[in-house]
T-cell receptor, first 113, second 115 residues
């Protein structure tokens, strides 16, 4: 089955800095890669996703890049703000069939004012 | 607010007991997924139901079972509880029948503590 590794497990940055979280996956058939943000006491919430026919996707201060050859994808947050502090999860799955999401173990991002 | 509701929010029980966790999906969603979140294992997929039928199974223990009712709400039953079952349990829903590209909307979770 799919295995997703996520690094780092914790990340501390100053407000305004950029933050990068990296994930690798094992199943070359995976072609859908979402990122979830989980705030304290809440469930994970989708913030951005990318499919394998796209190399990069941006949404305001958030971007995700995908390298299918190397089987890794990354989340980039620019101009970080204290409200970005949360746990971020990457995940991978196949687009079709009964494939389900396999999650990385999460990155706790702390943005200090 | 994702539109997915879960009850109860917190549950404290003793080893050997049985509990039931409830999930109501977003209006119109037919699929419900159950996940277990623990500090060391992260988010682990347990089981998925689509329109009342089991669709996919993950690392769900035999002591655990689930079902989805005609009104589409789902229940996760945990029996013969052990200390290691203490975790956050999330359900998520999607409009589709599966296939990983469906956006999953997560509920707020149920925190289970087994003493």
């Amino acid at each position: 089955g799919e295995n997703v590794e996520q690094h780092p497990s914790t990340l501390s940055v100053q407000e305004g800095d950029s933050a990068v979280i990296k994930c690798t996956y094992s199943d070359s058939a995976s072609n859908y890669f979402p990122w979830y943000k989980q705030e304290l006491g809440k469930g994970p919430q989708l913030i951005i996703d990318i499919r394998s026919n796209v190399g990069e996707k941006k949404d305001q201060r958030i971007a995700v890049t995908l390298n299918k050859t190397a089987k890794h994808f990354s989340l980039h947050i620019t101009e970080t703000q204290p409200e970005d502090s949360a746990v971020y999860f990457c995940a991978a799955s196949q687009h079709s069939g009964y494939s389900t999401l396999t999650f990385g173990k999460g990155t706790m991002l702390l943005v200090s004012p | 607010d994702s539109g997915v509701t879960q009850t109860p929010k917190h549950l404290i029980t003793a080893t050997g007991q049985r509990v039931t966790l409830r999930c109501s999906p977003r209006s119109g969603d037919l699929s419900v997924y159950w996940y277990q979140q623990s500090l060391d294992q992260g988010l682990q997929f347990l089981i998925q139901y689509y329109n009342g039928e089991e669709r996919a199974k993950g690392n769900i223990l035999e002591r655990f079972s689930a079902q989805q009712f005609p009104d589409l709400h789902s229940e996760l039953n945990l029996s013969s509880l052990e200390l290691g079952d203490s975790a956050l349990y999330f359900c998520a829903s999607t409009s589709g029948q599966g296939g990983g590209a469906d956006t999953q909307y997560f509920g707020p979770g149920t925190r289970l503590t087994v003493l």
